[in-house]
């Protein structure tokens, strides 16, 4: 590993795919997230408990389709993240390499952030998206996480993310994103309005421009991406349901 290798390829292309985590990691947090489903309101009736074994069949259940929007509510969508996997992020090399050569420092803690109101240190967001063969509309339409129409220049470090997948780590599964849109101040003008998403989504004719693309994974790797790199119409292609997680510096 050649960790000023790491930062150059982040810097030129806005991202970068980092050994991050373990198969054990990745169960622990599966964990978590399916004791937050099962301890839902619309979980209590219900005879089947989520675990790591059968999340991945989430869309197959009937009561799914009435009570989803509950169920990945905003205010409810993320975990408090295990110490050990904690560590694991606060002591990665390639994330300390690339913050310290990009930030001046590499001090930080892993957030949540659901929205200016919704802020949890320790935490991790979480995300589930449907087989798109339903003809659901899971996952977030194509964006960047910084002020559409900003000076990059002076927004570009206010945060990065590490995108992590917990179920599904082909194409048909991971995050879609466009290299070197980072380095692109996006006007306004792309922005298109809607109230489905708290992320300022752009037009298709604006993403016409770029050629996007979706990598295949190992289980532990993730996706760490400058906030301004389009990112998000990752519709879900497989015939599971998609679970990943979202650890934002």
């Known amino acids: 590993m050649n960790l000023k290798n790491d930062y150059k390829f982040f810097l030129k292309n806005g991202y970068i795919v980092i050994d991050l985590l373990k198969k054990i990691d990745l169960n622990i947090i599966i964990k978590a997230i399916c004791k937050k489903f099962n301890d839902s ?10 675990n790591k074994n059968n999340i991945k069949n989430y869309h197959n259940l009937s ?16 975990i408090f993240l295990d110490k050990k996997i ?15 050569n990009y930030w001046g420092h590499d001090k930080f803690i892993p957030k949540w952030v659901g929205s200016i109101h919704q802020i949890k240190d320790n935490a991790a967001g979480f995300r589930i998206a449907r087989p ?57 003008k ?13 037009s298709k004719n604006y993403l016409k421009k770029f050629k996007f693309k979706r990598l295949n994974l190992k289980k532990g790797q993730a996706i760490f991406f400058h906030p301004n790199l389009i990112h998000g119409g990752s519709v879900n292609k497989g015939g599971n349901t998609r679970l990943s997680i979202e650890i934002r510096m």
């Open 63 to 78: 009561f799914v389709k009435k009570n989803h929007e509950e169920l990945i509510n905003s205010s409810k969508r993320y």
């Open 132 to 188: 798109n063969k339903l003809k659901v509309q899971d996952a977030a339409g194509s964006h960047s996480d910084i002020n559409v129409g900003g000076k990059i220049a002076n927004d570009h470090k206010i945060l990065i993310t590490a995108w992590v997948p917990l179920v599904g780590f082909s194409k048909k599964y991971t995050l879609r994103f466009a290299p070197l849109t980072h380095l692109i101040d996006h006007p306004y």
């Open 190 to 202: 792309a922005v298109i309005k809607q109230k489905k998403h708290m992320s300022r989504v752009l």
């Open 86 to 100: 904690l560590n694991k992020v606060k002591k990665n090399k390639s994330i300390l390499s690339i913050m310290l």
């Open 41 to 50: 309101t619309p979980f209590k009736k219900q005879k089947i408990i989520f």
